[in-house]
């Protein structure tokens, strides 16, 4: 297979991964805990970025040779950012579509990932070095 598609499956099966526990997370604080959905969602994010970062570094990336420091502050800022984007993406398409915010979360899921977190992460968090 193709290097550069193998690593991109494998981001994304990751992204996946955290993505489940992030959603079934914020569907917790949101419909038990009753959070706001912006609220629910900083929350899960921030457990989701846990488990993400985890497979990227050990699996997706393999950068475990890396101080993990190095890696670590630059994707709590990509977490951070990602965060920001659905938090406050998810409820305005709700409000504007007059979608139901778990399918609207979906929606901002996909773009914030394949646009946003795979770009970064690949290129910049667990980027290739020559040696």
């Known amino acids: ?22 959603y079934g997370i914020m ?8 959070f706001t959905i912006s609220t629910s969602i900083v929350i899960s994010g921030a457990i989701g970025a846990i ?15 890396a101080p993990v420091v190095n890696q670590l502050w630059k994707f709590i800022i990509v977490v951070v950012g990602s965060i920001l984007l659905k938090s406050q993406g998810t409820p305005l398409l709700s409000t504007l579509t007059g979608i139901d915010y778990r399918i609207t979360r979906l929606i901002v899921e ?19 070095t020559n040696t």
């Open 51 to 65: 488990v993400n970062f985890t497979i990227n570094r050990l699996w997706t990336f393999k950068k475990e040779e």
């Open 27 to 34: 569907l917790f604080c949101k419909e038990i805990l009753g």
């Open 110 to 128: 996909v773009v914030v990932s394949l646009g946003f977190n795979f770009t970064l992460q690949k290129y910049w968090v667990f980027k290739k």
């Open 1 to 22: 297979m193709f290097p550069k598609l193998k690593e991109f499956l494998k981001a994304q099966l990751s992204a996946f991964v955290g993505g489940m526990v992030d």
